[in-house]
T-cell receptor, first 112, second 115 residues
Framework: DQQVKQNSPSLSVQEGRISILNCDYT??????FLWYKKYPAEGPTFLIS?????DKNEDGRFTVFLNKSAKHLSLHIVPSQPGDSAVYFC???????????FGQGTRLTINP | DAGVIQSPRHEVTEMGQEVTLRCKPI?????LFWYRQTMMRGLELLIY????????DSGMPEDRFSAKMPNASFSTLKIQPSEPRDSAVYFC?????????????FGPGTRLTVL
């Protein structure tokens, strides 16, 4: 049973426009959410996170939005840059536990 | 400080052979995680250790897989015997328990191909 789902395997966006990556979860016990970014031949690297007590967290060009009632979160990247082309993983955790549950990833391609 | 170190980076072996993947976590981190990435299932947690003790191995696919952490600076994931369906990228990650954000730091991965 996939507790964290990223339903779009890929996304293509023009440079300078907004990229929106989506993630849905089923376990209402999750109370902390993270986004990781992965380049080819490298491990995932932490990008941004949000606690369930917030509905928005911003870090530069990256903003994560959380809608708890819909069990949905999204990552906005604006403006998108070619270096943002990567696979993005959404992950969720119950704070106090240590098991991160990852989605399957979305491959983002930024076109010049 | 060096990040998580994994070796080998690539491994090609034949079905039935034993495979050992190695990981050195970030110094001072007390939790270590082994993940497997496949196209079908994405990133799956196989097992994790806390203070060198295995806490949850429910993600280990079957008895052919085993993991050890003999000390705070070294862990191995062994597959014996290996099968073609084990072909995947295996990641090791470490974290500092209690650190706000529960961020895990990943190594570069080992790409395993079983022929």
């Amino acid at each position: 049973d996939q507790q964290v789902k990223q339903n779009s395997p890929s996304l293509s966006v023009q440079e300078g426009r907004i990229s929106i990556l989506n993630c849905d979860y089923t376990n209402s016990m999750f109370d902390y959410f993270l986004w990781y970014k992965k380049y080819p031949a490298e491990g995932p690297t932490f990008l941004i996170s949000i606690s369930s007590i917030k509905d928005k967290n911003e870090d530069g060009r990256f903003t994560v939005f959380l809608n708890k009632s819909a069990k949905h979160l999204s990552l906005h990247i604006v403006p998108s840059q070619p270096g943002d082309s990567a696979v993005y993983f959404c992950a969720a955790i119950i704070q106090g536990a240590q098991k991160l549950v990852f989605g399957q990833g979305t491959r983002l391609t930024i076109n010049p | 400080d060096a990040g998580v170190i994994q070796s080998p980076r690539h491994e090609v072996t034949e079905m039935g052979q034993e495979v050992t993947l190695r990981c050195k976590p970030i110094s001072g981190h007390n939790s270590l995680f082994w993940y497997r990435q496949t196209m079908m299932r994405g990133l799956e947690l196989l097992i994790y250790f806390n203070n060198n003790v295995p806490i949850d191995d429910s993600g280990m696919p079957e008895d052919r897989f085993s993991a050890k952490m003999p000390n705070a600076s070294f862990s191995t994931l062994k597959i014996q015997p290996s099968e073609p369906r084990d072909s995947a990228v295996y990641f090791c990650a470490s974290s500092l328990t209690g650190l706000a954000g529960v961020e895990q730091f990943f190594g570069p991965g080992t790409r395993l191909t079983v022929l």
